[in-house]
């Protein structure tokens, strides 16, 4: 066994391809879009050692061209999540004992081959597969997964680290970082690739094992992850993918004894809803199971009267409507001083006319399709009814269509009412619900954004007055976990700005960050004495005479 304290790679972010016009990497990309949309997957799970096919299969098509058989998976039952905890249990004795820099090389691995020859795979599955432009696709399943798995690896060593400053004489203490006793289950959403691969990860790096329960329409991705998990050497059993659903996935991992923690990113209310699970079953556990989530966002942009509305509609633009808005930190909600607001709008709505909106494999088209069905209900249902709104305008987009896929243009609405649905609600899509404030009343209007929303994940100031600055970050300090100044509330890159929110939001353990790591393990301190006492009495005990 290989003996040394070792360092590990320094981490850097990893850079971002363009696709510009002519360039090799665009080339590249679209032969890979290619090959892709020539065949039809047949995706199994992925339990243990075997590749599970139910025969239940669901078909998969690109939100932007219904039309289209990408592939299809096999959905499992109850029966497959007790085989998948199973063998994540049975994977765990190996995969805790094995030594921490064995762990980081399987992981640095699958970031470089993330960044190299899987690059052009996963980014052309999540243009397909998530209806993400080629740019959105390289940012997030290239990019910011490199960048989880790289960093990760040096948090861990990191924690690993950290020691007790203080020995006394005679005396040896030390800190041992234990994985958790049990299993971890990750819950991945459809909208980011990299969270889907950070959140079975990040556990499973610091010696835990996952069962992985991905949203269906992030299947198409997601086998491509696990291809790459494999290539790299990660063992059977430390992650394994499953397709079943929520509530029967439930009804198991949160009756069994050995859950030891959820990481889950998705809705507010389905996690507030599986927390209450988790309380109500807590006398089944062997621990207090760990408790990770990132929920949902009702974003906001504040802006200054001092604020440029250039740079303001700019940031409206990519903040709300870059991979439709389906962001979590998706600009959907501004405030805008009254001095400002017609050359904002002049300028958004220039912006708005110039984009365009189609399919993933036109690289000129800025907005595509959202995710399916269900979502793109939700969300005409809000357009359609501003439309019919007392006091609510809509001044840009408000058209849906759904025929050949789940097209949703770019929506503007202007509201009187502060407190109108559309400017509290999270919505999940590309609509904008803006309210003009007068100018003068600057410091009402942080109290509105402060308590006009449950939720508490991004946000921004647009200013160039300090004063006002510091006041917006004074006043907001809990209306956003991620706090931006003159610039766009998307956008977080890992090592820079960890993510999360509070309130309705989350459990704000910044994922990217050594925060989120630690919730992973469980601390044992070991103190050595190396000459033992043999003498029960203390010196006080000694009499006076």
Partial sequence: MLKGFFNVPEPSNEPVRNYA??????????AALK???????????YIGSEEVKTGKTTPIHPPHNRQHLLGQFHS???????????????????????????????????????????RDKINAATMLGQSKNAYQAEIDAACELIDFLRFNVKFMTEIYAQQPPISGEGIWNRLEQRPLEGFVFAITPFNFTAIAGNLPTAPA?????????????????????????????????????????GPDAGDVVFSHPDFAGLHFTGSTGVFQSLWKLIGNNISKY???????????GKDFVIAHKSADPKALATALSRGAFEFQGQKCSAASRAYIPSNLWESVKENLLADLASMKMGGTEDFGNFINAVIDEKAFDKISGYIEAAKTAPNVEIIAGGNCDKTKGFFIEPTVILVQDPMYKTMVEEIFGPVLTIYVYQADHFEEAL?????????????????????????ATTKLRHAAGNFYINDKPTGAVVGQQPFGGSRASGTNDKAGSLINLLRWVSPRTIKETFVS???????????DK
């Avoid at 090959?35 to 799970?45: E, F, G, K, N, R």
């Avoid at 408790?291 to 949902?296: A, D």
């Avoid at 006492?533 to 009499?543: E, M, V």
């Fill in 21 to 30: 016009p002519g360039s090799k990497e665009r080339g590249s990309l679209q």
């Fill in 35 to 45: 090959a892709a949309s020539d065949q039809v997957v047949d995706i199994p799970m």
């Fill in 76 to 118: 499992g039952d109850k029966e497959h999540v007790t085989q998948a905890i199973n063998a994540a249990l049975g994977a765990k004795p190996a995969w805790e004992n094995m030594q921490w820099e064995q762990r980081a090389a399987i992981f640095l691995k699958i970031a470089d081959l993330l960044a190299g020859p899987y």
């Fill in 205 to 245: 790096m610091m010696g835990n094992t996952v069962v992985w329960k991905p949203a269906e329409t992030q299947i198409y991705s997601a086998k491509v992850l696990m291809e790459v998990f494999k290539e790299a050497g990660l063992p059977d059993g430390v992650i394994n993918l499953i397709y079943v659903d």
């Fill in 286 to 296: 062997k621990t207090y199971p760990r408790i990770v989530g990132e929920t949902g």
């Fill in 447 to 471: 109290e509105l954004v402060d308590q006009s929303s449950p939720y508490a994940l991004t946000g921004a100031i647009f200013s160039k007055d300090r004063y006002a600055v510091e006041m």
């Fill in 533 to 543: 006492a043999t003498d029960y009495r203390y010196p006080f005990l000694g009499s």
